[in-house]
């Protein structure tokens, strides 16, 4: 399997190692001075035209006020493309090419372990979409409104667990340990608690570490009091609310 992938910033820079990873041949197309960041990185990087050239799929990764350049140069090419530019719609797109999507994953794809929202099904390529970014990661078919509402919490995702461990190893530290020992402490908590999101539904799992009178009880009122969690459901449900208008 071929990939052609357009930019190379911290997005694409993600998607392209991650397939790498998977066994998928990758080569990039980008400008400076990614273009050199590509290479360091054992990419072959070439013209945008060239890159197009006999491959299954091509992944636009720039921003967003790149999309019209990039897909006026790729007009005509019947290689079917996926755009991970947030918030440029379909129905732009579609202007440029008939085999088109729009794909929402996260940095995650580097270690190919995030969801990845692609709109819409129909499109002309299904199966090579969901074949190359299932390499990446879970692939979520939904409409054009659900990925953008679903943008914070997949494509910020990241940023927002990384601050909560951030947190948690400077309580650890503060109270006396080490902090080689604090990051590895709260890195596996993190992942023991996914592990067990999946086999319980978060009331599930809160009602087994909780004890009466317990210090969990006594912590998650103090954050409940002080409006943690509320304000971050508000921040993320308003952002998307915003988003998918």
């Known amino acids: 399997m071929k990939v052609c992938l357009i930019g190379y910033g911290k997005l694409g820079s993600s998607i ?3 397939l790498r990873n998977a066994g998928v041949e990758v080569t990039v197309s980008t400008l400076p001075p990614t273009d050199e960041w590509a290479r360091e990185d054992g990419f072959s990087v070439v013209p945008m035209r060239a890159c ?37 719609k379909l129905g732009e797109l579609k202007k440029y090419a008939d085999k088109v999507y729009r794909v929402m994953p996260s940095v995650t794809v580097e270690v190919n372990s995030s969801p ?66 604090a990051e590895e402490l709260a890195r596996e908590s993190i992942i023991g608690t996914i592990k067990m999101l999946e086999k319980y539904d978060p ?3 809160r009602s087994k570490v909780e004890t009466p009178g317990g210090i969990t009880v006594e912590m998650l009122l103090k954050l409940e009091e002080e409006g943690v969690f509320g304000k971050i459901a508000k921040v993320l449900g308003e952002k998307g609310r915003e988003l998918s208008r």
């Open 16 to 18: 392209a190692k991650g």
């Open 52 to 88: 197009a050239e006999g491959v299954d799929l091509i992944i636009v990764a720039v921003p967003p006020s790149a999309v019209p350049a990039v897909m006026k140069e790729l007009r005509g090419v019947e290689v079917p493309i996926t755009s991970t530019a947030a918030l440029v």
């Open 116 to 181: 990845v929202l692609v709109a819409e099904r129909g499109g002309g390529a299904d199966s090579v979409v969901e074949a190359v970014w299932g390499k990446l990661g879970k692939v979520y078919w939904v409409n054009e409104r659900v990925l953008d509402a679903a943008l914070p919490v997949v494509g910020s995702g990241p940023a927002v667990h990384a601050e909560y461990f951030r947190s948690a190893v400077e309580a650890l530290v503060a109270s006396g340990v080490e902090r080689s020992l």
């Open 203 to 205: 009331y599930k799992l």
